[in-house]
């Protein structure tokens, strides 16, 4: 039996190409039913997000895996000479390294990011309800979530942020320690926006308010993030009132200038005020920064902040390997042990049963009267000479043929000493 993964991820296609491969949630029960009944596979599950489609399955021929490639292509309406380039395939220990780097956020698009784990463990779930899978596949699923776990742990890999938002955001901690009593002004109604808004709220932050040229777009945010919406005009009264700023807009012209801040200023009687100035072209007059008690983040200053974090991340990542690797040597080597497993059950079978003779017999002496020590001697007799008579029957066998292979692997096997 093989361990085998097939797939396609950001890496290897675009996501138009993605796209077409991607499997909807509510299909993937029916397509892994369909590869269950495949004669050569005995454990699959599949894992499809934006950035990749993968099966994983436990299979006895690896040649059949153009066949898999092929047919779930075909269920697509695809056709693998076209996308041959498209898809990879691992197979054994290289299953392992791969899985465990997908559940642990190193093969993601971002480095480290924490959403695929949960997509790798509702993958397995599927799996799991639909009967598809098996001792191997499930092992492999507990050592990608300890695998992730230890990862995120002993990695620097999760502490700094990919996000301009969320570095926007992590750098309030540098000014407030705490924002149940702050209140935060966001311009714009974009994605950076609305990441920020998201992040504000988990800090547990007082009021958020969204403004924005049209009102609607701010609303669907504010609504959101229970904040609420304004009008771009209502900027000079909120600034006022506003501990943090962050501004994401696409303006032509400054929406806040020096005089607006200026005045602000008097009204907190100096209370400082952060801003983050992410739009292109700027949003606020960059005069603001020779104000006292304003902080000024530009989208400069936070890109070199995101390099750094990358950076940061990259060398965990190369750090994690070491985890990486030890951990695929113990998933083969507990595989490996699978191969002796039922050869040990038997022998450890065929052990019990020639104690249990002994024992019969030694009761039935010890019922008939005979003398307790000699019924124990004849007992220990008895359990050695059986015990040892198949593979003294080996040894003699290969004596005889001049077998050195398997004298020195009856040897291995019951830790002789040859050289006593």
């Known amino acids: 039996m093989s361990l085998v993964a097939i797939g396609m991820n950001h890496k290897t296609a675009s996501l138009e190409i993605r796209e077409k491969l991607s499997v909807a949630k509510n299909e993937s029960h029916k397509i892994l039913k369909k590869l269950y009944s495949m004669p050569l596979i005995d454990e699959v599950f599949l894992l499809s997000t934006c950035n990749r489609t993968e099966i994983y399955c436990e299979m006895e021929d690896l040649s059949y895996v153009n066949n898999i490639s092929e047919w779930l292509l075909k269920q697509k309406g695809l056709s693998l000479k076209d996308f041959e380039d498209n898809i990879y395939s691992y197979s054994d220990s290289s299953v392992v390294r791969h899985a465990l780097n997908v559940a642990s956020g190193l093969d993601s698009m971002v480095i480290g990011e924490p959403q695929i784990l949960g997509q790798f463990k509702s993958a397995f779930q599927d799996a799991h309800d639909a009967g598809t899978i098996g001792k191997n596949l499930n092992r492999l699923f507990q050592y990608a979530l300890s695998t992730a776990k230890e990862v995120r742990t002993d990695t620097q890999i999760g502490a700094s942020s990919l996000s301009i938002a969320n570095v926007a955001v992590s750098l309030t901690d540098q000014f407030y320690d705490d924002l149940s ?60 009132n506003s501990d943090i700023i962050i501004s994401a807009a696409s303006s032509n012209i400054p929406l806040i200038g020096k005089g607006i801040i200026e005045t602000s200023l008097k009204h907190r009687k100096h209370r400082p005020i952060y801003i983050v100035d992410l739009g292109v072209p700027r949003n606020i007059e960059a005069e603001v920064k020779e104000l006292p008690d304003i902080f000024l983040y530009t989208l400069d200053n936070i890109q070199d902040l995101v390099n750094q974090n990358y950076k940061t991340r990259k060398k965990a990542a190369f750090d994690a390997q070491h985890i990486i690797e030890t951990r695929v040597e113990k998933y083969m080597n507990w595989r ?13 079978e065929d052990c019990e049963s020639i104690r249990k003779n002994c024992l019969d017999k030694s009761l039935n ?42 004298i020195n692997l009856v040897c291995d096997i019951f830790l002789i000493n040859k050289k006593k």
């Open 181 to 240: 009593e702050k209140n935060a002004l966001l311009i714009g109604a974009g994605e950076t926006i609305y990441i920020a808004a998201k992040n504000l709220r988990k800090k547990n932050i007082k009021n958020i308010y969204i403004a924005n040229r049209t009102i609607e777009n701010a609303e669907l945010i504010a609504k959101d993030v229970s904040g609420t919406s304004i009008s771009l005009k209502d900027l000079p009264e909120h600034i006022k």
């Open 365 to 406: 002496q010890l019922n008939s009267g005979k003398e307790p020590k000699d019924i124990i001697e004849q007992l220990s007799t008895n359990l050695t000479s059986k015990l040892s008579h198949k593979p003294t029957l080996a040894l003699n066998k290969a004596g005889q043929t001049n077998d050195r292979k398997l």
């Open 336 to 348: 490996k042990a699978q191969s002796a497993f039922s050869v040990i059950k038997m022998y450890r």
